[in-house]
């Protein structure tokens, strides 16, 4: 593969609201810089479903999916020195930055101000569409794979890759742990992470649920508390109650509830990202100096601390293993809230 781009198999969307098919896609050739990647397995989030259904806005097709993607080096170029032939390895929601403004220089390449290069749906520097993880291998630089701890399964370990790093960053970044109280709305393929890893780091963990059904399942994670957002009475119940509140979902919420819900300084931050727009009153956050925010994915080295921590800790994500030719299929069901918690796509079956 060193000396010409090849072709590769791989499911992709060939237009919007169109069922994924086999295919082959291009892969460049390997750089100086760059590690050939065989894929061993490739999570679902729902921004693929967003995304290969135009919903966040205009797409690029045919477009491969995935940007939570494990695999094993299958070749290095070079000029390579942070792996070899044979490490177990992964990518996530990005390929490449700028590498020289500011946020790149500070580790945060997730907001690079020229505009990350995305795994998928993206342009690369050489001007060409990137393909995700919806195939059998993929090269990337050395500088945006990171190294996945022997501590972790492949299979679990893909969806870290995204839904991992998506609340482990700001988890950190507003300091969840002991002492803090916590309440991760939605209990899906990022809340369930979310609850894990908040209680890995100490908190005092909440669900925050349309109902009860998964009640079971969010304490067995590791939350200490479950509620259901279809009772009012939860919303006057725990009025005042919380340090941080992330949202997971990707529908619109009724933010000026939810921020009844914080402590003065509180901050509720948004991690699902809906597609349509959302209303606030903006006395929500004026009383209690209530902060709103959001937050994306993490920087590399973030990505490769949480990686580490999750191994420390044990954790990975609940999956259903799937093959190839239910994807389609797993989209339906994600859309649904069918999933407990992570589709994994086994990769030899493309």
Same mark, same amino acid.
């Given at each position: 593969?060193?000396?010409?781009?090849?072709?590769?198999?791989?499911? #992709?969307? &060939?237009?919007?609201?169109?069922?994924?098919?086999?295919?082959? @896609?291009?892969?460049?050739?390997?750089?100086?810089?760059?590690?050939?990647?065989?894929?061993?397995?490739?999570?679902?989030?729902?921004?693929?479903?967003?995304?290969?259904?135009?919903?966040?806005? *205009?797409?690029?097709? &045919?477009?491969?999916?995935?940007? *939570?993607? #494990?695999?094993?080096?299958?070749?290095?170029?070079?000029?390579? +020195?942070?792996?070899?032939?044979?490490?177990?390895?992964? @990518?996530?929601?990005?390929?490449?930055?700028? =590498?020289?403004?500011?946020?790149?220089?500070?580790?945060?390449? $997730?907001?690079?101000? $020229?505009?990350?290069?995305?795994?998928?749906?993206?342009?690369?520097?050489?001007?060409?569409?990137?393909?995700?993880?919806?195939? !059998?291998?993929?090269?990337?630089?050395?500088?945006?794979?990171?190294?996945? &701890?022997?501590?972790?399964?492949?299979?679990?370990?893909?969806?870290?890759?995204?839904?991992?790093? +998506?609340?482990?960053? &700001?988890?950190?970044?507003?300091?969840?742990?002991?002492?803090?109280?916590?309440?991760?709305?939605?209990?899906?393929?990022?809340?369930?992470?979310?609850?894990?890893?908040?209680?890995?780091?100490?908190?005092?963990?909440?669900?925050?649920?349309?109902?009860?059904?998964?009640?079971?399942?969010?304490?067995?994670?590791?939350?200490?508390?479950?509620?259901? +957002?279809?009772?009012?009475?939860?919303?006057? $119940?725990?009025?005042?109650?919380?340090?941080?509140?992330?949202?997971?979902?990707?529908?619109?919420?009724?933010?000026?509830?939810?921020?009844?819900?914080?402590?003065?300084?509180? #901050?509720?931050?948004?991690?699902?990202?809906?597609?349509?727009?959302?209303?606030?009153?903006?006395?929500?956050?004026?009383?209690?100096?209530? !902060?709103?925010?959001?937050?994306?994915?993490?920087?590399?080295? *973030? +990505?490769?601390?949480?990686?580490?921590?999750? #191994?420390?800790?044990?954790?990975?994500? *609940?999956?259903?293993?799937? =093959?190839?030719?239910?994807?389609?299929?797993?989209?339906?069901?994600?859309?649904?809230?069918?999933?407990?918690?992570?589709?994994?796509?086994?990769?030899?079956?493309?």
């Amino acid at each position: 593969m060193t000396e010409q781009i090849t072709t590769v198999s791989a499911y #992709a969307a &060939p237009a919007p609201e169109a069922p994924l098919e086999r295919t082959t @896609v291009p892969r460049r050739a390997v750089g100086e810089f760059d590690v050939l990647i065989d894929i061993k397995y490739a999570g679902i989030c729902h921004s693929d479903i967003h995304q290969a259904r135009d919903g966040w806005g *205009e797409g690029i097709y &045919p477009m491969v999916p995935g940007h *939570e993607i #494990a695999g094993v080096v299958a070749e290095v170029g070079p000029g390579v +020195t942070k792996f070899t032939v044979g490490d177990r390895v992964g @990518v996530g929601c990005m390929v490449d930055s700028c =590498r020289e403004c500011e946020n790149c220089k500070a580790g945060l390449e $997730q907001y690079c101000a $020229q505009g990350n290069v995305q795994t998928y749906n993206g342009i690369g520097k050489d001007g060409e569409p990137t393909y995700g993880g919806y195939s !059998t291998h993929i090269v990337v630089d050395e500088a945006y794979t990171l190294r996945i &701890p022997d501590g972790l399964s492949l299979d679990v370990a893909a969806p870290l890759l995204c839904a991992g790093i +998506t609340t482990y960053s &700001p988890l950190a970044h507003w300091h969840a742990g002991p002492g803090k109280k916590v309440a991760i709305v939605g209990l899906g393929g990022l809340g369930h992470m979310a609850v894990k890893i908040a209680h890995a780091m100490g908190a005092e963990v909440t669900v925050l649920s349309q109902t009860l059904r998964k009640k079971d399942d969010g304490l067995k994670l590791g939350a200490d508390h479950y509620y259901a +957002t279809s009772d009012d009475a939860t919303f006057e $119940q725990l009025a005042g109650s919380f340090d941080l509140i992330l949202s997971t979902v990707s529908a619109p919420l009724p933010l000026d509830k939810y921020l009844g819900l914080l402590r003065t300084d509180g #901050a509720f931050v948004n991690v699902g990202a809906p597609e349509e727009p959302v209303s606030l009153n903006l006395f929500s956050v004026i009383a209690g100096r209530k !902060t709103l925010a959001g937050s994306g994915i993490g920087g590399i080295q *973030e +990505t490769q601390e949480m990686l580490d921590f999750c #191994a420390a800790h044990g954790l990975g994500a *609940e999956i259903e293993l799937i =093959r190839a030719d239910q994807i389609n299929e797993a989209y339906e069901r994600v859309l649904a809230s069918d999933v407990r918690y992570r589709f994994v796509i086994d990769t030899a079956t493309i």
